[in-house]
T-cell receptor, first 112, second 115 residues
Framework: EAQVTQNPRYLITVTGKKLTVTCSQN?????MSWYRQDPGLGLRQIYY???????DKGDVPEGYKVSRKEKRNFPLILESPSPNQTSLYFC???????????FGPGTRLTVT | DQQVKQNSPSLSVQEGRISILNCDYT??????FLWYKKYPAEGPTFLIS?????DKNEDGRFTVFLNKSAKHLSLHIVPSQPGDSAVYFC??????????????FGQGTTLQVKP
């Protein structure tokens, strides 16, 4: 089944404790992206990647890191999480020439 | 600065009637528009899209209309069904200027279809 998977789905952590949210897709998509969803703000792009070893900042990259060592994986790293990073996070992927992005099920992160 | 706006946070309609969800945008360089549907505890799923060179696109019960002069698009669902109850996000993309694949989303509209 074609899908984007994220892990964990739910995470509660404390300020400053490094964490990684994994994202994997099995559709051989070149393009992958991370978004965060906050009430009243919709989804905002954090980082994106057009292919292996090619990443760039989105609209809200502060406090986040990403890497793209393999085509199928695009982990989101929070080196020192803060309470303002409490949010719902979505990973998405698409073919490079397509506008339609496929989204993962989401990761709800709470930073206390 | 919110480039894509959905000014109605919620909408409630009766089953069988028409649902109209609206979206406004400010960037005239957007060349493609999409609607996504999101159920609780799931990721957004693609619903329907429209290129800026068109003014209408239909797919079954769903029709998207684009008015470029007004920078406005709308999603019509006819007839509405209880299973359509979800959050609907409008999104826009700007490919031409080198912005690569980024979708800019509106805030979302929660649709409730009552049986």
């Amino acid at each position: 089944e074609a899908q984007v998977t994220q892990n964990p789905r739910y995470l509660i952590t404390v300020t400053g404790k490094k964490l990684t949210v994994t994202c994997s897709q099995n559709m051989n998509h070149e393009y992958m992206s991370w978004y965060r969803q906050d009430p009243g703000l919709g989804l905002r792009q954090i980082y994106y990647s057009m292919n292996v070893e090619v990443t760039d900042k989105g609209d809200v990259p502060e406090g986040y890191k990403v890497s793209r060592k393999e085509k199928r994986n695009f982990p989101l790293i929070l080196e020192s999480p803060s309470p303002n990073q409490t949010s719902l996070y979505f990973c998405a992927s698409s073919l490079l020439e397509s506008y339609e992005q496929y989204f993962g099920p989401g990761t709800r992160l709470t930073v206390t | 600065d919110q480039q894509v706006k959905q000014n109605s946070p919620s909408l409630s309609v009766q089953e069988g009637r028409i649902s109209i969800l609206n979206c406004d945008y400010t960037n005239s360089m957007f060349d493609y528009f999409l609607w996504y549907k999101k159920y609780p505890a799931e990721g957004p799923t693609f619903l329907i899209s429209i290129s800026s060179i068109k003014d209408k696109n239909e797919d079954g019960r769903f029709t998207v209309f684009l008015n470029k002069s007004a920078k406005h698009l709308s999603l019509h669902i006819v007839p509405s069904q209880p299973g359509d109850s979800a959050v609907y996000f409008c999104a826009a993309s700007e490919r031409g200027s080198g912005n690569t694949g980024k979708l800019i989303f509106g805030q979302g509209t929660t649709l409730q279809v009552k049986p």
